[in-house]
C-alpha cells in the first residue's frame, strides 16, 4: 500500500536518527555574520524581542575572511580552510561557551567539500586525494568551474581520516553542528563527506548526536543524522508554493529531515512574504531562515512591528510543538513511519487528493498554509470533522470543521 511502501524503504536504507533537541526548534541562517560584535547583537535582539532560537548558522566568514569561487586550482597561501576569521571568532571557545551558557544557542557553520590553501593543496595531490571532474552543483562538463581540481574525494579512507583529523578540533572549541554545501561533486560526496564528519565528532563526543544540514542527499544519510535543504531558492511566491512538494518528495526519496531557506536565498522578500513562509517553516522537520549577504537579513524584528508579532506567535507555535514532533521524529526511529506526508498516503481512498502538493500531513495536524499574497485561502479538506488547531492560545481553538469539500475564507497575518 501507499501507506507501507514509504516504511519499507526506510527499513531497506536504514532508519533515521533522532536528531539532537535543539534540531527541532528554529534557527537563524545567513551570509554575512561580519563580527564578533554583529553576532552577539543579534543574539541580544532575539532575545529581548522574545523570538525562540535554538541555533545560528554562519557562512564562509566564520572561518575566512574571503570567499574561495574566484581562486585557481592551485588555491592560495593565506587561506586557511580550518582556522577561524578572527574578526568573527577572537576568542572562539570563550564564544562557542557564552552562546551556549548566556543565550542558549548552539553554532553551525558552513563546510565546502574542498580545498582553497595552496600549501594543503600541494600535499593532497600527490597522494591522488582529489576528486577529478568533480563539480559543485553536479554540471556538466566538469572542469573549468571555480572548484576544479581541489575537491577532496571523500570515498578514500585515507582522506576521511585525515578531513577528520583537522575538524575535531572545531568540536572540542564548541561547533555544534555542520551545513555542508556544494557536494554534489558525486553521487556520494554528501555520504561519505558526513562519515568524515561523524568520525571527527566521535574523536571528541562519543556519545553526542551528529547532525548536518546538506544541500543534496542519498538515501541512507539520515540513519547517521545528516538531515538537508532545498537549496538556494528565490525569495519569490512561486517558489514558496513549491516548497511543500519538494519537502515531501524528499522525505519520500529517503531524507525525512527536510528544511528550507525561509523567505528565499536571492532576492528580497517582504513582510507578508516572510510571514507567511515562517509560518510554512512550523510545520517542516527543520526551520531556519537563511538570506543573501546582499539582502536584509531575514530576523523579525527587520519587518515591521505587525509581521514581527505574527512571526512572533508562528515561532512560539513551533515551540509548543517541539515535543510532539521529537515524540514523532522518535516514532520514525522505531517503526520508521514518516510523520511529514503527502494526503495521498494518508487518505489513499480520496483519489480528489492525489495530486495536492501545497497541503501536508504533520502527524495528525492537516497542514494548508497560504501561499499567495493576500488573505484569501480555498483549501480541499478530506472527509471527515476537522478541529482547528488553536494556534496562539488554549482558548482559541476547538471549532470544527466538515471535510469532504473546499474551504474557503480569509487568513490575516
Not at 298 to 317: I, T
Request: proline share 7%; charged share 20%; with cysteine.
Amino acid at each position: 500500500t501507499l501507506e507501507n511502501a514509504p516504511r519499507h524503504f526506510y527499513e531497506l536504507i536504514g532508519g533515521a536518527a533522532v536528531l539532537p533537541r535543539y534540531a527541532f526548534g528554529f534557527g537563524a541562517s545567513r551570509w554575512g555574520w561580519e563580527s564578533r560584535q554583529y553576532m552577539e547583537g543579534v543574539l541580544q535582539a532575539f532575545r529581548d524581542g522574545r523570538f525562540p532560537l535554538d541555533y545560528i548558522v554562519l557562512d564562509f566568514e566564520w572561518f575566512v575572511p574571503e570567499t574561495d569561487y574566484a581562486y585557481a586550482p592551485e588555491g592560495k597561501s593565506d587561506y586557511r580552510d580550518f582556522g577561524f576569521n578572527p574578526k568573527v571568532f577572537d576568542q572562539p571557545r570563550d564564544q562557542l561557551a557564552e552562546c551556549k551558557r548566556d543565550f542558549h544557542v548552539r553554532v553551525g557553520g558552513i563546510r565546502k567539500p574542498r580545498i582553497g590553501d595552496a600549501n594543503i593543496l600541494s600535499g593532497v595531490r600527490p597522494k591522488g586525494w582529489i576528486l577529478p571532474n568533480g563539480q559543485p552543483g553536479g554540471g556538466y562538463p566538469s572542469s573549468g568551474h571555480y572548484a576544479d581540481g581541489r575537491c577532496l574525494d571523500f570515498s578514500i579512507p585515507s582522506v576521511r581520516e585525515w578531513y577528520a583529523g583537522q575538524m575535531a578540533q572545531y568540536t572540542t572549541a564548541g561547533m555544534s553542528f555542520w551545513w555542508n554545501d556544494e557536494g554534489e561533486t558525486n553521487y556520494y560526496t554528501f555520504w561519505w563527506w558526513n562519515v568524515a564528519e561523524l568520525k571527527a565528532l566521535r574523536q571528541v563526543q562519543p556519545k553526542q548526536r551528529f547532525f548536518s544540514l546538506n544541500r543534496a542527499f542519498s538515501p541512507g544519510m539520515a540513519r547517521i543524522g545528516a538531515a538537508t535543504w532545498t537549496g538556494d531558492v528565490e525569495a519569490t511566491w512561486d517558489d514558496l508554493r513549491r516548497t511543500p512538494g519538494m519537502m515531501l518528495n524528499w522525505v519520500l526519496a529517503g531524507a525525512p529531515y527536510v528544511g528550507c531557506d525561509i523567505g528565499g536565498f536571492n532576492g528580497a522578500t517582504n513582510p507578508m512574504h516572510l510571514t507567511r513562509w515562517i509560518q510554512v517553516g512550523v510545520f517542516m522537520p527543520l526551520m531556519r531562515v537563511h538570506s543573501h549577504m546582499d539582502q536584509k537579513p531575514h530576523f523579525p524584528w527587520l519587518f515591521g512591528e505587525e509581521a514581527a508579532d505574527a512571526m512572533r506567535k508562528a515561532l512560539e507555535l513551533r515551540y509548543r510543538l517541539v515535543p510532539y514532533h521529537y515524540s514523532l521524529a522518535h516514532r520514525l526511529h522505531r517503526t520508521h513511519e514518516l510523520w511529514i506526508r503527502p494526503l495521498v498516503i494518508a487518505f489513499p481512498d480520496q483519489p480528489e487528493l492525489a495530486d495536492v502538493t501545497m497541503q501536508w500531513m504533520d502527524g495528525d495536524i492537516l497542514v494548508a498554509p497560504v501561499l499567495q499574497e493576500g488573505f484569501d485561502y480555498d483549501v480541499p479538506l478530506p472527509s471527515g470533522t476537522w478541529y482547528t488547531l488553536a494556534a496562539h492560545s488554549a482558548a482559541g481553538g476547538g471549532r470544527t470543521i466538515e471535510g469532504g469539500r473546499r474551504h474557503a475564507g480569509h487568513a490575516g497575518l
